[in-house]
């Protein structure tokens, strides 16, 4: 799918419709020390198998890509969830 590198959108922080700068969302490292993690890590220790049931056969062929949208006036940042699509390549 092909999508602009700005969209003219509603911005809830401006209460108007202004140019937003279109971008993939990308997850940030994890942290190895949050408590979520160390908890996990402690339901893995030891015997006793998996701590979540292992997938063996996948049922979706995409992944669900999450749009990140700035807005040119105020910077404010806003995410559009949820298009399920095999490639998006932004353009002019």
Known sequence: MRMVKQSR???SKCNKH???AVSLYKK???RKSSLGARRHAEDKK???GK???ELKKTAKTTK???LKLKCKVCGYQLMKPGL???K???VE
Do not use: D, N, S
């Open 84 to 86: 399920r699509i095999r």
């Open 46 to 48: 030891g015997y006793g």
């Open 88 to 90: 998006l390549e932004i």
């Open 9 to 11: 959108t509603h911005c």
């Open 64 to 66: 669900k890509m999450t």
């Open 18 to 20: 202004t140019i937003h």
């Open 51 to 53: 701590k979540f049931p």
């Open 28 to 30: 940030g490292k994890e």
